[in-house]
């Protein structure tokens, strides 16, 4: 069993920056491909990006140079800094785990945390 909990969800201008946070819960997190996914009302869950077990990440175009996945020290916290941001990516972010699969497509993700809110305003 996995638990995720996001933080760091806030409301900000168009070009600013946030960093969302996933504090993971689990006894060795490098069995893991982790990544961070984000959802808009009415549309499917896509894939913002991952980072697989040893460590490679991957991300989506359109963020591609503005947001960036790492872990934390303990390797226990997922984060995700998002520079740059635009009203496109407003969104409920979540964070996700899989031990079997890796990649952007939600549907091989079996953990997910609730989700944290950006707002990106112009």
């Known amino acids: 069993q996995v638990d995720l909990v996001e933080s760091g969800g806030a409301s900000v201008q168009t070009g600013g920056s946030l960093r969302l946070s996933c504090e993971v819960s689990a006894s060795n997190t490098r069995r893991y491909c982790m990544g961070w996914f984000r959802q808009t009302p009415g549309n499917e869950r896509e894939g913002v990006g991952i980072i697989d077990k040893d460590g490679t990440t ?65």
């Open 58 to 122: 991957t991300y989506e175009d359109s963020v591609k140079g503005r947001f960036t996945i790492s872990k934390g020290d303990d390797e226990n916290t997922l984060y995700l800094q998002m520079n740059n941001l635009k009203p496109e990516d407003t969104a409920m972010y979540y964070c996700a785990a899989d031990q079997a699969r890796c990649g952007l497509s939600a549907q091989w993700y079996t953990y997910w945390g609730q989700g944290t809110q950006v707002t990106v305003s112009s």
